[in-house]
Every structure is written in structure tokens, then in C-alpha cells.
């Protein structure tokens, strides 16, 4: 079993930067593939970003290109995205995700657990 907790979701005018983090309780955290998705008010749930168990390699769905970074600390058993940038269209909650036998790393049905979420709000 895994439990991820989110945390630094708020409140943030528009072009401003937040920097969300997941914390895990899997001692073997290095040995999942790792995954950010949102929901905005009314929308489906959307891949924002994943990354691989190392940490080397990483994708970002359209929305999140350019402005959003994914890493991750298996030290720590720690996640995190740091959201630059921003804008009124990103303002949803945003989940962590874990997944151990990923395909893709994109797909909403690949992950096996998946956090409480945190909510983003950007004003314009």
C-alpha cells in the first residue's frame, strides 16, 4: 500500500508561481513511476506531468509544457511541481499519483493509488 499526501496548493494572482509537493509513505518509492493530473471545475481529470523512477526522464502534457517542472526526491520519498507562470485555466485540484507497472506514464488508468488532492486557484 501507498499513501500520498498533497500539499502547497492556495491562492495565486495570475503569472505567479506555486510549487506543489507529494509526500509518500512507500519505502520503495524509487520503484514507482511517479504522475501529476488536475480537474478543473466541471472538466475531466488531465495528465499534467509524470515522471520515471530515477527521476531521468519526464513528460508533460500540452497544457504543462513550457511553464511547469516535474522532479523528484526518492531520498525524501518526496514529489514535487513547480508551477510557473500560471494562468485562470490551471486552477483546479491537482492529485499525485503512483503507478508500479506503468505503460506510458500518461494514462489515468495506469496508476494504482492516488493522493487527496490540492487545490490551485488563480485569479486573473
Known amino acids: 500500500q501507498v499513501q500520498l499526501v498533497e500539499s502547497g496548493g492556495g491562492l495565486v494572482q495570475a503569472g505567479g508561481s506555486l510549487r506543489l509537493s507529494c509526500a509518500a509513505s512507500?519505502?520503495?518509492?524509487?520503484?514507482?513511476?511517479m504522475g501529476w493530473f488536475r480537474q478543473g471545475p466541471g472538466k475531466e481529470r488531465e495528465f499534467v506531468a509524470t515522471i520515471s523512477w530515477s527521476g531521468g526522464r519526464s513528460y508533460y502534457g500540452d497544457s504543462a509544457k513550457g511553464r511547469f517542472t516535474i522532479s523528484r526526491d526518492n531520498a525524501k520519498n518526496t514529489l514535487y511541481l513547480q508551477m510557473n507562470s500560471l494562468k485562470p485555466e490551471d486552477t483546479a485540484v491537482y492529485y499525485c499519483a503512483a503507478a508500479s507497472n506503468p505503460i506510458t506514464g500518461r494514462r489515468l488508468d495506469e496508476y494504482d493509488y492516488w493522493g487527496q488532492g490540492t487545490q490551485v486557484t488563480v485569479s486573473s
Open positions: 512507500a519505502r520503495t518509492f524509487s520503484a514507482y513511476r
